[in-house]
T-cell receptor, first 112, second 115 residues
Framework: RKEVEQDPGPFNVPEGATVAFNCTYS??????FFWYRQDCRKEPKLLMS???SGNEDGRFTAQLNRASQYISLLIRDSKLSDSATYLC?????????????FGTGTLLAVQP | SAVISQKPSRDICQRGTSLTIQCQVD?????MFWYRQQPGQSLTLIAT?????????ESGFVIDKFPISRPNLTFSTLTVSNMSPEDSSIYLC????????????FGPGTRLTVL
């Protein structure tokens, strides 16, 4: 089983739709959780950290469920510019340092 | 966030040669990381580079193939040695930055093609 798993998609949604991604992780000792956005041929950019209490940033809401070991990302009122690959990432202590493990990413295509 | 640059941005190399990738940060950082992203895949951590000590490599990556230098708190290099076509990939450096030191920010990447 992969340490971090995501549905690769693609998710094809119309503009204005609400779309949700889930990401599961296998290591219960995981400490920190993140969503990154990666545009084609670009580096990943941190979208938001995911806190136990959940967090919201404009149209984006992230939640963490430690009991079920998954994190989610909800995008409301999708824009064409939201089209990208969304990567979840999980850290856990790997000896000398925290290790950041990425999922394979979920491709979102917002259609006009 | 910190501003991270990488050189070269891309290169095409012959089998058997080596390429050194540079990563420069505009602020002092303790931890720097090197990742590989193969075509159509996610990021895989190669090693963690802490200034003043040897790099810590992940399973499947060895120092002879990917030697790393970390001479100061703003700079690191990754060398891809004795390259083969399987090494064709994007190589990215990242740093931990900010109030939450678990947050990592990435350089723009180096796109390597090995013929």
């Amino acid at each position: 089983r992969k340490e971090v798993e995501q549905d690769p998609g693609p998710f094809n949604v119309p503009e204005g739709a609400t779309v949700a991604f889930n990401c599961t992780y296998s290591n219960s000792a995981s400490q920190s959780f993140f969503w990154y956005r990666q545009d084609c041929r670009k580096e990943p950019k941190l979208l938001m950290s995911v806190y136990s209490s959940g967090n919201e940033d404009g149209r984006f809401t992230a939640q963490l469920n430690r009991a079920s070991q998954y994190i989610s990302l909800l995008i409301r009122d999708s824009k064409l510019s939201d089209s990208a690959t969304y990567l979840c990432a999980v850290t856990y202590y790997g000896g000398a340092t925290n290790k950041l493990i990425f999922g394979t990413g979920t491709l979102l295509a917002v259609q006009p | 966030s910190a501003v991270i640059s990488q050189k070269p941005s891309r290169d095409i190399c012959q089998r058997g040669t080596s390429l050194t990738i540079q990563c420069q940060v505009d602020s002092q950082v303790t931890m720097m990381f090197w990742y590989r992203q193969q075509p159509g895949q996610s990021l895989t951590l190669i090693a963690t580079a802490n200034q003043g000590s040897e790099a810590t490599y992940e399973s499947g990556f060895v120092i002879d193939k990917f030697p790393i230098s970390r001479p100061n708190l703003t700079f690191s290099t990754l060398t891809v040695s004795n390259m083969s076509p399987e090494d064709s990939s994007i190589y990215l450096c990242s740093v931990e930055w900010g109030l939450d030191y678990n947050e990592q920010f990435f350089g723009p990447g180096t796109r390597l093609t090995v013929l």
